[in-house]
């Protein structure tokens, strides 16, 4: 690993770190019922303020929601370092550290209440298109524009199919999270987005599966996809980032 790759890796690292401190309030105020409001206050009935923060409340320095700041800033912080060692110096690479709170930030919400808020999964498939168009002006870029958007087309489509074919093992807010991550997975090209799309449902099958088999749930018990779509987009964007560095 030369120094430039280094010293990369190691902002990417920092980076994740203070950007995954901030994911616990941002997970706790969108963790809701469906026609919920979000919340606006922590559980001691303070203001939330901009509804960030590292899982304590920023007032009093006594009540807590959620698991903390520590790991999600450890993952957040993995990732990115992770992310950035794949990629190298890239223009995309920026996208994904900026995709990578907010993933975490859906994961959580959908593990916690079992839904994917529109406030991120429609923003996410915009910006994500957005700003890969905006890297494809920028040299030594490692995907295409066109394989983005034709991504997005394609896995949100398939996930709608799905949907359609079985709403109860699917939610709508799955489908419009897979159009954001076929955009992201499309930028490398068709390989990595059929990767990427199978590795997550191949994830959740694995999970459900142990649920059974450890008679934790049962057949018709709901589970969060979200998480799983995600990690296996991300695992399948490190495929697609690393075969594609010179």
Known sequence: MNWLLM??????????????????????????????????????????????????????????????????AGAAAVMCAVTAAAVGPRPELAVWLLVIPVGLVLAGVDWAVHRLPDVLTLPLAGSTAVLLGLATL?????????????????LGGAYLLLFLAHPAGMGFGDVKLAAGLGCALGWYGWGVLILGGLAGLLL?????????????????????????LLAGAWLALLAGGWSARP
């Open 204 to 228: 959740g099958s694995v999970y459900g599966l142990a649920l059974l088999l450890t008679r934790r749930a049962g057949r018709g018990t709901t589970m969060p996809l979200g998480p799983f």
């Open 7 to 72: 010293v990369l890796v190691a902002s990417a690292a920092l980076y994740g770190t203070l950007a995954g401190a901030l994911v616990p309030g941002a997970r706790y105020r969108l963790s809701v019922e469906p026609n919920e409001p979000w919340r606006t206050t922590a559980p001691c009935g303070h203001a939330l303020g901009g509804g960030i923060g590292g899982g304590r409340c920023a007032a009093c320095g006594r009540a807590r929601y959620g698991p903390g700041a520590v790991w999600p």
């Open 138 to 154: 920028l040299p030594a870029s490692g995907g295409t524009w066109t394989g983005s958007l034709l991504g997005a087309v394609t």
